[in-house]
């Protein structure tokens, strides 16, 4: 009897969730985006995906072993990163390159960090970013291989706005293997919704910020704003890394200054920067603003005595 | 302290208390002029020349330079023999010029130099303070041709502008922009950190033995004023 008494501090309810199954829900959420970009941009993509898959959590795995860390590959948060990354490039870069990014997404942005938990920005982005600034090839992005299309210079040039939106939401258009199919995408939010992984407020602020303002900006179109918000990775990136638990804030006014901030910034780069492609500047600019959203949407204790001392 | 041997003055410089590395002092020629090793190269050695004469000149007149007014007098000094510097490198190396543009005439206001004149020549002889500034000006030299060498041929597949074939399809054009710049530097820290075991000084420890120019200040004035906050 009296081993059925525990004692312990609360919190007393364990709702079952751990790093690893919620890192499982979201591989699995990936998992249409996946096959969409696989069947859309042809084998190429697979073998992309592969590589930096494999290499991320290799890095993770040599690292800790080289310093002696306790092994945590076993959280497959290594293997979201892979296919974060893997889904964020085209199909057509080489395979060396998809090293590299995996090289700074887990070593350099996560493990001198201090491994999950402790990175300051989200990995996949950031080594994005980073190829995106190194690469060429990342600003050529491949082109279907199921459609004939007509091959032009960026996913958001002109050219494209004039596309039909049917082939937009399926994701019959260049640029990166998971980013094109945003029926896929919205698939695996609705699935991470149900499962409570993420919160409707970023992805919904995010997305709307940048329809509210395309609308605008295109002259009270809303076929040419809805295009916009199709085209591009504005969905990966608001529906899987600006979510990232560790880098974005965790109070719901702070997720919509998150999402409000980031729709905004990538509305200014895609109209008026000088990359055609904005989102993943603006989610890496609001991941290191994050402490501060936090600190300015904290929660009032209550009975706390109102004012600091 | 005084009596530390005269090798211990040189050396301190190249690695112990390297002034890029471990002081984090001149931080900005180091991001500035390291995208190509020859620009480095030039950086370090123009750094390294005023250097030791401005550590001279000031040890020379530390007993006249009154204490109300020592910084504005360092800086003459300084000023002065970056001017013959500057005049002798446009004259006979205009490359090393055009690579360094404004950068060469700002060495006047370069952390380093005014560093090493108010913590170690301002307080030692003439000897020990050209030694200083020559250990220093090498290790500046050296942290940055090294951040040069990476960032120049990983970066650009060139070494001091000479084409590397087998690099150039692979080459990493974010090294050679400001935010790899950045990236080369915290990565060279924290292997200058592991190369000395940790000895380096620990920023985080607030007391004059924390502290990396401990070695040559003995003021603990710095001290007193964290202890009255």
Same mark, same amino acid.
């Given at each position: 009897?009296?081993? #059925?008494?525990? @004692?312990?501090?609360?919190?007393?309810?364990?709702?079952?969730?751990?790093?690893?199954?919620?890192?499982?829900?979201?591989?699995?959420?990936? *998992?249409?985006?996946?096959?969409?970009?696989?069947?859309?941009?042809?084998?190429?993509?697979?073998?992309?995906?592969?590589?930096?898959?494999?290499?991320?959590?290799?890095?993770?795995?040599?690292?800790?072993?080289?310093?002696?860390?306790?092994?945590?590959?076993?959280?497959?948060?290594?293997?979201?990163?892979?296919?974060?990354?893997?889904?964020?490039?085209?199909? #057509?870069?080489?395979?060396?390159?998809?090293?590299?990014?995996?090289?700074?997404?887990?070593?350099?942005?996560?493990?001198?960090?201090?491994?999950?938990?402790?990175?300051?920005?989200?990995?996949?982005?950031?080594?994005?970013?980073?190829?995106?600034?190194?690469?060429?090839?990342?600003?050529?992005?491949?082109?279907?291989?199921?459609?004939?299309?007509?091959?032009?210079?960026?996913?958001?040039?002109?050219?494209?706005?004039?596309?039909?939106?049917?082939?937009?939401?399926?994701?019959?258009?260049?640029?990166?293997?998971?980013?094109?199919?945003?029926?896929?995408?919205?698939?695996?939010?609705?699935?991470?919704?149900?499962?409570?992984?993420?919160?409707?407020?970023?992805?919904?602020?995010?997305?709307?910020?940048?329809?509210?303002?395309?609308?605008?900006?295109?002259?009270?179109?809303?076929?040419?704003?809805?295009?916009?918000?199709?085209?591009?990775?504005?969905?990966?990136?608001?529906?899987?890394?600006?979510?990232?638990?560790?880098?974005?804030?965790?109070?719901?006014?702070?997720?919509?200054?998150?999402?409000?901030?980031?729709?905004? @910034?990538?509305?200014? *780069?895609?109209?008026?920067?000088?990359?055609?492609?904005?989102?993943?500047?603006?989610?890496?600019?609001?991941?290191?603003?994050?402490?501060?959203?936090?600190?300015?949407?904290?929660?009032?204790?209550? @009975?706390?005595?109102?004012?600091?001392? | 302290?005084?009596?530390?041997?005269?090798?211990?003055?040189?050396?301190?410089?190249?690695?112990?208390?390297?002034?890029?590395?471990?002081?984090?002092?001149?931080?900005?020629?180091?991001?500035?002029?390291?995208?190509?090793?020859?620009?480095?190269?030039?950086?370090?050695?123009?750094?390294?020349?005023?250097?030791?004469?401005?550590?001279?000149?000031?040890?020379?007149?530390?007993?006249?330079?009154?204490?109300?007014?020592?910084?504005?007098?360092?800086?003459?000094?300084?000023?002065?023999?970056?001017?013959?510097?500057?005049?002798?490198?446009?004259?006979?190396?205009?490359?090393?010029?055009?690579?360094?543009?404004?950068?060469?005439?700002?060495?006047?206001?370069?952390?380093?130099?005014?560093?090493?004149?108010?913590?170690?020549?301002?307080?030692?002889?003439?000897?020990?303070?050209?030694?200083?500034?020559?250990?220093?000006?090498?290790?500046?030299?050296?942290?940055?041709?090294?951040?040069?060498?990476?960032?120049?041929?990983?970066?650009?597949?060139?070494? &001091?502008?000479?084409?590397?074939?087998?690099?150039?399809?692979?080459?990493?054009?974010?090294?050679?922009?400001?935010?790899?710049?950045?990236?080369?530097?915290?990565?060279?820290?924290?292997?200058?950190?592991?190369?000395?075991?940790?000895?380096?000084?620990?920023?985080?420890?607030?007391?004059? &033995?924390?502290?990396?120019?401990?070695?040559?200040?003995?003021?603990?004035?710095?001290?007193?004023?964290?202890?009255?906050?």
């Amino acid at each position: 009897m009296s081993n #059925n008494l525990k @004692l312990s501090v609360s919190p007393h309810i364990h709702s079952g969730n751990s790093t690893s199954t919620i890192m499982l829900d979201v591989i699995v959420a990936l *998992i249409p985006a996946t096959v969409a970009g696989c069947i859309i941009f042809g084998l190429r993509s697979c073998l992309v995906l592969a590589a930096c898959i494999v290499s991320c959590v290799l890095f993770e795995f040599l690292y800790n072993l080289i310093l002696k860390k306790e092994q945590t590959i076993g959280d497959f948060s290594a293997v979201v990163t892979g296919l974060l990354l893997g889904l964020n490039l085209p199909a #057509n870069i080489p395979i060396w390159q998809c090293i590299i990014g995996s090289f700074i997404a887990i070593i350099i942005v996560k493990c001198l960090f201090g491994g999950i938990g402790c990175n300051i920005v989200n990995p996949a982005i950031t080594a994005r970013v980073f190829m995106l600034v190194s690469f060429g090839t990342m600003t050529t992005a491949a082109m279907p291989t199921v459609v004939d299309t007509v091959a032009g210079a960026t996913p958001l040039s002109a050219e494209t706005i004039e596309q039909s939106i049917g082939e937009l939401f399926l994701g019959l258009k260049g640029g990166a293997i998971g980013e094109t199919c945003i029926l896929a995408l919205v698939v695996g939010l609705v699935y991470l919704l149900v499962r409570k992984v993420i919160s409707w407020h970023i992805p919904l602020t995010f997305i709307g910020t940048v329809y509210i303002c395309s609308f605008f900006m295109e002259g009270l179109d809303p076929i040419k704003a809805l295009a916009m918000i199709l085209s591009g990775g504005l969905f990966i990136g608001a529906i899987f890394m600006a979510t990232d638990y560790v880098t974005s804030p965790s109070t719901a006014w702070g997720k919509v200054v998150f999402g409000v901030g980031a729709g905004l @910034l990538t509305f200014l *780069i895609r109209y008026f920067g000088d990359y055609p492609e904005g989102v993943s500047f603006a989610i890496l600019f609001f991941n290191i603003l994050t402490p501060y959203i936090e600190k300015w949407t904290k929660h009032k204790v209550l @009975l706390a005595g109102g004012k600091k001392a | 302290m005084q009596n530390k041997s005269n090798m211990s003055v040189f050396l301190k410089g190249i690695l112990k208390e390297n002034p890029v590395l471990v002081l984090i002092l001149g931080t900005c020629p180091t991001l500035a002029t390291t995208t190509t090793v020859t620009g480095a190269f030039g950086m370090g050695i123009a750094a390294l020349v005023v250097l030791i004469c401005s550590n001279v000149f000031i040890s020379l007149l530390r007993k006249i330079i009154p204490d109300n007014v020592r910084i504005p007098c360092y800086i003459v000094i300084i000023a002065g023999f970056v001017t013959i510097v500057q005049m002798i490198v446009k004259a006979f190396f205009p490359v090393i010029d055009s690579l360094l543009g404004v950068y060469l005439p700002l060495i006047t206001v370069n952390c380093i130099i005014l560093g090493r004149a108010e913590m170690f020549a301002s307080k030692n002889n003439v000897v020990k303070s050209a030694l200083d500034g020559m250990g220093m000006g090498i290790g500046f030299t050296l942290a940055l041709c090294g951040m040069a060498f990476i960032r120049e041929v990983f970066g650009n597949a060139t070494f &001091a502008g000479i084409e590397i074939p087998f690099l150039v399809p692979y080459k990493i054009d974010f090294l050679v922009k400001s935010p790899g710049g950045l990236l080369v530097f915290g990565m060279l820290i924290a292997l200058v950190y592991v190369l000395t075991h940790g000895k380096a000084p620990i920023k985080r420890e607030f007391s004059c &033995a924390g502290c990396p120019s401990a070695g040559s200040c003995h003021t603990g004035s710095c001290q007193l004023k964290g202890d009255e906050q």
